[in-house]
């Protein structure tokens, strides 16, 4: 016979027992019907031109620099294809959490980039980037699309749901881009090339007088006015865009200098916008790659380069400096060339 205190206990097991398969009925009927698509996403106004944002999404190897996930374990083993920046590129890593896979599928420049990724869970998901320029900067939309299976129901019910495990993540990540951005724009170099015999040759100028910080706006305001002439009288350039230094007094923060833009050869004109030439010259060369904020130290730096050379600067002489690259050609201030070129002995 079965005592009464064991008849109790088997009860309470059967009632148990009872209770978990009712419990796991529950929680397959809640996980049935719970949402099987997803899609969310995060913002993030970042001031900076679009294709500056745009690049460090595209290539991969930035992700280094601004990866949420990088940051949450710094023993993640990263690996990229040949190209990283291109369509079809790929970007593996292991880590404590396991593996992971991401690809990119789709881009349109500057505007939106699609990626598919694999977090190791039994699905691939959709990755999409959008970039809006606006006002205060760029719009960065980041957002994940997918369907998730049956079984990673359940895993994702219990670590509390997908979209609020990744919503953190994605805040971090943006953020974390934002700070990789700003510093990359930041970056600029000076290379001295030596002294170089500079061919010379006429161009259209306009000149002005002003204070030293209101030379870009000034030439803001020359350049295109330049321009503007030669294309009303079907003239084409010969090179890049130049201004000529004729003084510079800091002492009464004022600056007197030409826009230039070169011919192929003289051009009689008439008003505003006048013709002039430039003889062929020695000069010390130094290369500026970055912002037009950092000239300053980038002529301090030829000046420098030039005494260490044992160059000799012309008394009276009209430095100048040659937009090689500018905004005109990419918004990214840190791809920016600038040749500068001092006259010498």
Wanted: hydrophobic share 40%; net charge negative; glycine share 8%.
């Amino acid at each position: 016979m079965i005592s009464n205190s064991k008849f109790t206990l088997l009860k309470y097991i059967k009632y148990f027992f009872f209770l978990l398969l009712a419990a796991v009925i529950g929680i397959a009927i809640y996980g049935a019907v719970l949402e099987s698509n997803y899609d969310f996403h995060r913002s993030k106004i970042i001031k900076a031109p679009a294709e500056v944002i745009f690049d460090n999404v595209k290539d991969f190897k930035t992700w280094e620099n601004w990866s949420p996930w990088l940051e949450k374990d710094p023993t993640m083993v990263t690996s990229f294809s040949d190209s990283a920046s291109s369509v079809g590129a790929t970007y593996s890593w292991t880590g404590k959490e396991g593996k992971g896979f991401m690809k990119t599928i789709s881009a349109t420049p500057n505007k939106e980039i699609i990626q598919q990724i694999d977090f190791g869970k039994g699905h691939i998901a959709e990755v999409y980037w959008n970039f809006t320029e606006v006002d205060l900067g760029t719009v960065v939309n980041w957002g994940m699309r997918g369907k998730i299976s049956f079984g990673e129901k359940f895993y994702w019910l219990f670590k509390g749901g997908l979209e609020k495990n990744m919503i953190p993540i994605y805040d971090r990540g943006l953020e974390l881009l934002e700070q990789h951005v700003y510093k990359a724009m930041e970056i600029h170099s000076f290379e001295l090339k030596g002294m170089v015999d500079f061919g010379g040759g006429y161009y259209l100028y306009q000149t002005t007088s002003c204070k030293i910080e209101d030379i870009e706006k000034k030439m803001g305001e020359m350049f295109p006015a330049i321009i503007k002439f030669m294309a009303d009288n079907n003239i084409e350039p010969s090179g890049k865009p130049f201004t000529l230094n004729h003084k510079w007094d800091e002492e009464n923060n004022t600056a007197m200098f030409s826009a230039c833009i070169p011919l192929k050869e003289r051009v009689i004109t008439t008003g505003d916008v006048l013709t002039g030439y430039l003889k062929p010259q020695k000069a010390s060369k130094t290369i500026f790659m970055g912002d037009y904020k950092f000239s300053y130290d980038a002529w301090e730096a030829a000046y420098k380069g030039l005494t260490a050379q044992g160059f000799t600067e012309i008394e009276g002489g009209e430095p100048f400096e040659i937009y090689t690259i500018g905004p005109n050609e990419t918004e990214n201030p840190a791809k920016w060339v600038t040749e500068i070129y001092i006259p010498v002995n």
